[in-house]
């Protein structure tokens, strides 16, 4: 599964905040809670002064219930928080608080100590001083002892704010760092939209490295540096198409001509004259693939449309129409053009292009439908679709389709035939015209076209190259 950098930076800036929060959570609890105990410590310590040296004075048994009396007095004003126990041997010294039965005392050590009773869920605190004998009393062990249930509330309460503020500070940074994350990784995704917009074989296509930050700087040089080398090797690859083309256009061209010879001559057999035609059909067929090659090969090195006129579209679709005609009344389909728009274009060039759509359209339209021909000026572009309804095409398929020699069933497709130029050309065609093609699938209708730039600076500014562009205008 793919992950995103701004998930996976939100998620290490959230394990290190929790991290961080933990230990530090931990640290201001065990503080708390130590400074919680020294204060119950030293409360012990007070109370225990109290009471210990008068008790520790005391030697009459007769006298003993004047230190109960101040015991109850005590215990009464500091509002039973604190148990003052007297324990001796002899019962009537033993003095004891609501406490006192709770507990074994005999085990507790001297000085502080904590002791957990099975009906409190928090310990007492226990400060224990045996206290010598005086007199008729004998050695007694005088205990105080602090309910530790309100500390332990202000700690509880403390930790519970603390987790309060942790949760709400880790829901804030996990959101604000996905955001800055994001905010951060702007560059990132503006050099992959740029990466997008690459297409195969177009030249001068860079990646701009002047706004990028240094971590990606190095990276877009180095993309720019393949850049530079497939554009070089793209070159090399389309002038050899178009190399092998035109060496292929003369010995083809010699062929065709001397089986025309061949077959004018008498006194051949029939068996020869059919071979003869056969070869001739073939040799046809090999002859308008060179020259389709030829000229998307010199298209794709970026030469433009030179011989422009002024013209109607509409007249000039319906020229195409008529040319294409037998085909759709084979399949009783009428052909419906719609708009139209006055531009300069090279009118060879279009009769070519609309010529593929509509031959097209012939062969993958339903019988009995009729196609569209829709003519339409939108912004600097002259738009001209070509709809059927007909099978849908697959997405996959649709991106591809203008790709050369590319067919969606080849098997289907008579390939002998239809060799899968025919879109090709008209993807040549618009960018001839400093255009583009496209295709739509939709709701059972298919629709292919074209769009051709109005008054496009570099056409009119390429009538220098007129020469080397009529190789492909004569290919045609
Ligand atoms: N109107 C359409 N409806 C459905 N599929 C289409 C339509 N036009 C083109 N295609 C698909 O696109 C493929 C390529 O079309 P393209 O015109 O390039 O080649 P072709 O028609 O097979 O051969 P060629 O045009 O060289 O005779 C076709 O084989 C077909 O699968
Ligand atoms: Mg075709």
Known sequence: MKTSISL????LFATLLIVIMLISNCFLRTSLFSSLENLMQKELIFRHSLMAKYIS?????????NVKDKIATLTEHEGRKVDYLVLSKDRKFNLGGEVADKINYDGLPEGF???HHQNESYPLYILVETLKPLGERPEVKFIVAIKSKPYYATLNEFTRSLVFISLAGLILVVMLSYFLARYGLRPVRKLSEQANCLAPGKQFQRLDCDTLPDELYSLAVSFNGVLERQEVAWKQLESFNANVAHELRTPLTNLIGQTQLGLSRPGA???LGELLESNLEELGRMASIV???LFLSHAQ???HAVELSQVSLREETHKTCEYVEPSFLEKNINIDVIGDVQVMIDKRLFHRALANLLE?????????????????????????AVSNVGEPIEPQHLSRLFERFYRVDEARNL??????????????????????AFARSENGVNTFGFTLRINAPDIASNRAILSASRVSVEAL
């Open 113 to 115: 100590s904590t002791v």
């Open 269 to 271: 057999s029939d068996e």
């Open 360 to 384: 097209n359209s012939a062969r993958y339209a339903l019988a009995g439908s009729s196609v569209g021909v829709e003519l339409s000026q939108q912004g600097n572009f002259t738009y001209i």
């Open 8 to 11: 996976r930076l939100t998620c």
């Open 301 to 303: 090195a970026g030469q």
């Open 415 to 436: 390939s002998s035939v239809h060799h899968g130029l025919g879109l090709a050309i008209v993807k040549a065609v618009a960018l001839m015209h400093g255009g583009e």
């Open 57 to 65: 004075t005391q030697g009459s048994a007769s006298h003993w219930s």
């Open 291 to 293: 020259n389709d090659m």
